[in-house]
C-alpha cells in the first residue's frame, strides 16, 4: 500500500504531465488522454484510503488485542506468584471432614466434562497452529529408521555370521519400530516447550507404549505388572493435571495415586535384583525420592494441602517415568552408535580404528550425565520449582565482581572451566577411541595412526583454551601479563614436565614410534598402548603397563620392531655330534619350515654352521614369520625338530660326548649309556644328534 501511495505522489508531481500544447487542437485532443488518467488516479486514491482505514481498524484491534493479552500474561504471572507463595498454606479442612467442606466443589462429573471440552479445544487450535513442529519431528524419526535400517542391512551383508554381532545390541534390532518412536519422541522437551497437558501427554502415551513393547522380553512377569501400574499412574496423573477446576472427587483421587504409588516403590525397592531397570545406577535414589514425595503428599492430602500433594504426586510418577524413558533412550544411543561402528568397519577407514568394546562404558557415562541432567530439568518443572532453582543460580551467576581492574562473574568462569573440562574430554575420547586396544595386541601396519592421536589432541586442547577464553569473555591481555609474570618460575620449577611436553610433540611430528608398535627403550620392552602429551605407555609381555616419560623416551635408544611391517627373522641354534651328516639334518629340518604355515616362504630360510664346538658342530636355523606369537612359533618348531630327528634310528657311539642342555642351562655328557654333568656350560638350548 505505501508503495502504490508513492507510485501516486509520483505521478501527481510529475511537471510533464501539466506542460499544454499551444495548438488548441492538440490541447483538446491532450485533455481527452489525460482525462481518464485523472479519474483511475481518483478511483485508486479512493481505494487506498479505505484500505488505510480498514488497516488502521486492524491495527486498532490488534493493539487492543496486544493489551489485552498483555494484560492476561500479567495476570498470569500474579497468579503464578500467588500460588508459590500460597503452596504451603491449608487450602480445606482435613480430609475425614471433606464431606462438609466448601472450598472444593463437589460436581465432579461436570468439571471433567468441561474440562475434557477445553482440554480438546486447545488440542485443536494447539495441533493446527504447530504442524511444523510434528514434521520435524517425523523426519527426524525418518531418518533414525532408514540410518539404522542402512546399518542393520550392511553388517547382514558384511558378516558372515552377523547374528552374533546384532546380538549384542540390547534394543534396536528386534524392535527398530519401537525404537524409532521412542528415539524421536524424545525431541519433544525441544520442540514443544509450551504446549498443552493433554498435547504432550497424548505424545508421551505413545512413547511409554513402545518403551513396553522394547522392555517386554527383559522384564519378567513381575517387573511388566510393575511396568503396567505406572503406566495406569501416569494416565491417571495426567487425568487429574486436565481438571480446571479443584473437587472433592480429584481430593481422593490423589490419595488413592499417593497410596498406590508408595506401594508401587517399595515393591520396586524389594525386587531391584530382578528389575531391568535398576541396572542404571541413578534409578534407585530416583525410587527412593518417589517414595518420600508420596509420603509427603500422602500426609499433605490428608491435612488439607492438596496442591502440593497433587504436585508431590506428579513429581513422583512423572520422575519413575522419565528415568525409566531415559535409560531406554541411552540404551537406543549405544545401540545405534553401535550398529554405526560395526556397519563401518571394512567400508570406511575411520571407522576401522574404532574399538567399541572398549569405548561402551565412558559412552554410558556421557550419555547417563546428559540424561541425569535432562531428568533434573524435567522434574523440576513437573514440581514446579525450575523457575526458583534456575533463576537463582542465573543471578548468582551472572552477578559481576571485580579483582583489581579485572571484572569477572561467576558465570564466566563456569563457562571456562565447562569448555575445558569439554575440551579434556574429547581429546581423551580421540585417545580412548583410537589409541587403546586389547593389551599385548600388535597392529598391522595399515591400522596404525600412530602419533597422528597426538597431534589431534593438542589441536583439540588448544582450539579448547582458545574457545574457553572466548566464550567467558576473559581478556587474553590481563591473563598474558599475569602468565608472562610467573612464567620464569614456572621455566625453572617444571622444567622436566615442560622438556616431556615438548618431546611429545617431537614425537608426534617425527613419528618414530605408532599405537601398536612393539618396542624396546633401554632395557623394556612392550607393546605401545598410548602415546600421550606428558607420557607414553607401553603394556609389557607379563600384563603390567609401563609409563615411559617423553623425554626418557627420546633420550634413549629405541627399537621399533613393527616400524614399517610386521616381520621378525627367528633364529634356531643347535648342536650335532662330530660325524654326523649335516644335509641329512638340514634336510629333515628344512621340511619341517615348510610344513608350517606360519613360517613365511620369502625371504627363504636360512640353514648355516657357525662353527666347530668342544663336543658339537654348532649350527644356526634363520626364518621369517610375523611378529605375533614368534616365541610360540619358535617353540613349536624346536620341538617338531627335535621329535622328527628323534624319529630317525640313531645310535651313539661309545666313549662319545653327546652334550644336550637342559631349562638350567647345565651340560651333560652319556658314556656308556650313563649320563654325567659336562664342565662346559652351553650357552644356549640346542640338540645333539648322531647319525650313521
Known amino acids: 500500500m505505501n ?5 501516486l505522489i509520483v505521478i501527481r508531481r510529475d511537471t510533464d504531465l501539466f506542460v499544454m500544447p499551444e495548438d488548441s487542437l492538440l490541447y483538446l485532443e491532450y485533455l481527452k488522454k489525460i482525462e481518464p488518467l485523472k479519474e483511475k488516479t481518483a478511483i485508486a486514491d479512493s481505494m487506498l484510503f479505505k484500505q488505510y482505514r480498514a488497516l488502521g481498524f486492524l491495527q486498532n484491534r490488534i493493539s487492543n488485542n496486544y ?61 493446527n497452529a504447530n504442524w511444523q513442529s510434528r514434521i520435524i519431528i517425523f523426519l527426524i524419526g525418518i531418518l533414525f529408521y532408514l ?32 525404537s524409532t518412536v521412542v528415539f524421536s519422541l524424545m525431541m519433544i522437551p525441544f520442540f514443544y516447550q509450551s504446549s498443552p497437558q493433554v498435547f504432550i501427554l497424548l505424545l508421551w502415551g505413545v512413547q511409554i507404549i513402545a518403551m513396553g513393547i522394547l522392555s517386554r522380553k527383559k522384564l519378567n512377569m513381575y517387573s511388566g505388572i ?20 479443584p473437587t472433592i472427587g480429584e481430593r481422593w483421587i490423589q490419595l488413592f495415586i499417593s497410596i498406590v504409588t508408595l506401594a508401587l516403590s517399595i515393591w520396586l525397592l524389594n525386587s531391584k535384583k530382578d528389575n531391568h531397570f535398576f541396572q542404571t545406577p541413578f534409578f534407585n535414589p530416583i525410587v527412593i525420592a518417589s517414595l518420600i514425595m508420596n509420603v509427603s503428599a500422602l500426609l499433605f492430602n490428608i491435612g488439607g494441602r492438596v496442591t502440593l500433594a497433587k504436585i508431590l504426586n506428579t513429581g513422583a510418577v512423572y520422575g519413575l517415568v522419565e528415568a525409566i524413558k531415559l535409560f531406554i533412550f541411552v540404551e537406543i544411543l549405544i545401540d545405534a552408535v553401535y550398529l554405526a561402528f560395526e556397519a563401518g568397519k571394512k567400508s570406511s577407514r575411520l571407522t576401522a580404528y574404532f574399538e567399541f568394546k572398549g569405548m561402551e562404558s565412558r559412552l554410558r557415562k556421557i550419555f547417563g550425565i546428559f540424561a541425569g541432567f535432562l531428568w533434573l530439568v524435567i522434574f523440576t518443572q513437573n514440581v514446579h520449582i525450575y523457575d526458583a532453582i534456575f533463576g537463582s543460580i542465573s543471578v548468582i551467576m551472572s552477578t559481576e565482581h571485580k579483582l583489581g581492574s579485572l571484572t569477572f562473574s561467576l558465570g564466566s568462569i563456569a563457562i571456562f572451566i565447562l569448555v575445558i573440562w569439554v575440551s579434556t574430554l574429547v581429546s581423551q575420547m580421540v585417545s580412548f577411541v583410537f589409541g587403546e586396544h586389547e593389551s599385548g595386541k600388535i597392529r598391522e601396519p595399515s591400522n596404525k595412526i600412530g602419533s597422528t592421536i597426538l597431534l589431534v589432541r593438542l589441536g583439540t586442547l588448544t582450539a579448547g583454551v582458545l574457545l574457553a577464553f572466548g566464550v567467558s569473555g576473559i581478556p587474553l591481555d590481563k591473563i598474558a601479563i599475569v602468565i608472562g609474570a610467573l612464567g620464569v618460575g614456572i621455566g625453572f620449577g617444571l622444567q622436566t614436565i615442560v622438556n616431556n611436553l615438548v618431546s611429545g610433540i617431537v614425537l608426534a611430528f617425527e613419528k618414530p614410534i605408532q599405537i601398536g608398535d612393539l618396542i624396546e627403550v633401554g632395557t623394556k620392552n612392550g607393546i605401545v598402548k598410548e602415546i600421550g602429551i606428558r607420557s607414553s605407555t607401553l603394556t609389557t609381555f607379563d600384563g603390567s603397563e609401563l ?78 614369520a610375523k611378529i605375533v606369537d614368534w616365541i610360540e612359533l619358535k617353540s613349536d618348531v624346536m620341538g617338531i625338530i627335535y621329535e622328527r630327528l628323534n624319529q630317525r634310528e640313531l645310535r651313539f657311539l661309545i666313549l662319545r660326548e653327546i ?5 638350567w642351562m647345565k ?10 654333568s659336562c664342565k662346559r656350560i652351553i650357552p644356549e638350548m640346542f640338540y645333539v644328534i648322531q647319525f650313521d
Open 3 to 7: 508503495s502504490i501511495s508513492a507510485k
Open 226 to 245: 510393575q511396568l503396567l501400574i505406572l503406566l495406569l499412574l501416569f494416565y491417571v496423573i495426567g487425568f487429574t493435571n486436565l481438571l480446571i477446576e
Open 547 to 624: 609409563i615411559i616419560p617423553n623425554g626418557d623416551m627420546l633420550s634413549q635408544h629405541i627399537v621399533n620392531w613393527t616400524k614399517d611391517d610386521n616381520n621378525r627373522r627367528i633364529p634356531v641354534s643347535l648342536g650335532i655330534a662330530y660325524g654326523s651328516d649335516i644335509k641329512k639334518v638340514k634336510s629333515v629340518i628344512m621340511i619341517i619350515l615348510n610344513e608350517k604355515d606360519e613360517v613365511m616362504k620369502f625371504p627363504v630360510p636360512l640353514f648355516r654352521v657357525i662353527n666347530f664346538g668342544d663336543n658339537s658342530v654348532n649350527l644356526e636355523i634363520l626364518f621369517w
Open 667 to 676: 651340560s651333560y655328557i652319556r658314556i656308556k649309556g650313563k649320563w654325567k
Open 659 to 663: 652334550c644336550i642342555s637342559d631349562q
Open 147 to 178: 540410518w539404522i535400517r542402512r546399518n542393520i542391512n550392511r553388517i547382514k551383508k558384511q558378516n558372515e555370521f552377523p547374528e552374533s554381532i546384532l546380538s549384542k545390541a540390547n534394543q534396536i534390532p528386534g524392535h527398530l519400530l519401537s
Open 67 to 127: 493489551l489485552s493479552v498483555s494484560d492476561l500474561l500479567l495476570e498470569t504471572n500474579s497468579q503464578i506468584d500467588n500460588f508459590d507463595d500460597k503452596i504451603l498454606d491449608k487450602e480445606c479442612s482435613y480430609i475425614w471432614n471433606s464431606g462438609s467442606d466448601t472450598s472444593f466443589s463437589n460436581n465432579f462429573t461436570s468439571i471433567v466434562k468441561q474440562s475434557l471440552d477445553e482440554s480438546w479445544t486447545h488440542l485443536t487450535y494447539y495441533s
